[in-house]
């Protein structure tokens, strides 16, 4: 008896209902040049926190005396340098994403968008607070480890409404998180390497791998 073979027509109407059914569960419009463009962002910002740091700790004159800022006015600055980072990455990679949506004909806010930005924001929230809590402390070594831990947890936990690719870059972004908590005088050149290095590789590999 001869098996019924599927048809080239029913195996694209599988193939298209699968990607409806993963638009009404994930949001697939996260565009892998969002992630290139945060990760430059973040080298810039890293670069002028350097800066930043480096002007503090060579405000010693001759004779070993301070002459530079005191400690409040660099946690002031530094904040400020991570936050100008934060609001640049976030325009441009919601434009992009923006872009990318707009050519598959797709909505950037919608009901599996909001369930993304929902499982993102509790951890980043829940890590803010934390960092906060250190900051008030003068625990100001061990904050880089703590962004990229918490960062890495909402990455994971928000894999479940995108591209499950995105699992990957949270875990390594909590084993840098971990690894930095070891040599914390380091926080710096780790923030660069979770925030700015990885974010362009990863960016790099869904570019090629899905909009290429």
């Known amino acids: 008896m001869q098996e019924n073979q599927p048809t080239e027509t ?16 994930r949001f697939i419009s996260l565009s892998g040049l969002s992630g290139v ?19 503090y700790y060579g405000s010693y004159n001759s004779s070993g005396l301070f002459s ?3 400690f409040s006015q660099l946690k002031i600055k530094m904040a400020v340098v991570g936050i100008i980072t934060f609001i640049a ?14 050519r ?12 993304l930005a929902w499982n ?22 061990f ?14 936990n928000a894999s479940k409404y995108t591209l499950s690719d995105i699992r990957y870059l949270g875990y390594c972004e909590i084993v840098l998180g971990i690894l930095n908590m070891m040599y914390p005088g380091y926080g710096l050149w780790f923030w660069a390497a979770g925030f700015g290095v ?15």
């Open 10 to 25: 029913s195996l694209e109407d599988l193939k298209d209902i699968r990607r409806i059914m993963e638009r009404s569960t």
């Open 37 to 55: 463009a945060a990760g430059v962002c973040a080298l810039i910002g890293a670069y002028a926190g350097y800066r930043v740091l480096d002007n």
């Open 68 to 70: 530079g800022d005191d």
């Open 89 to 102: 990455a976030f325009i441009s990679s919601y434009y992009l994403t923006w872009r990318k949506a707009k």
């Open 104 to 115: 598959q004909g797709l909505p950037v806010w919608d009901h599996t968008s909001k369930r």
């Open 120 to 141: 993102m924001i509790v951890p980043l929230i829940t890590g803010g607070a934390f960092i906060l809590g250190m900051l008030r402390y003068d625990a100001w070594l």
């Open 143 to 156: 904050v880089a480890p703590a962004c990229l831990v918490f960062y890495g947890l909402a990455l994971v």
């Open 198 to 212: 990885l974010h362009i590789i990863y960016g790099t590999i869904m570019w090629m791998k899905y909009e290429k």
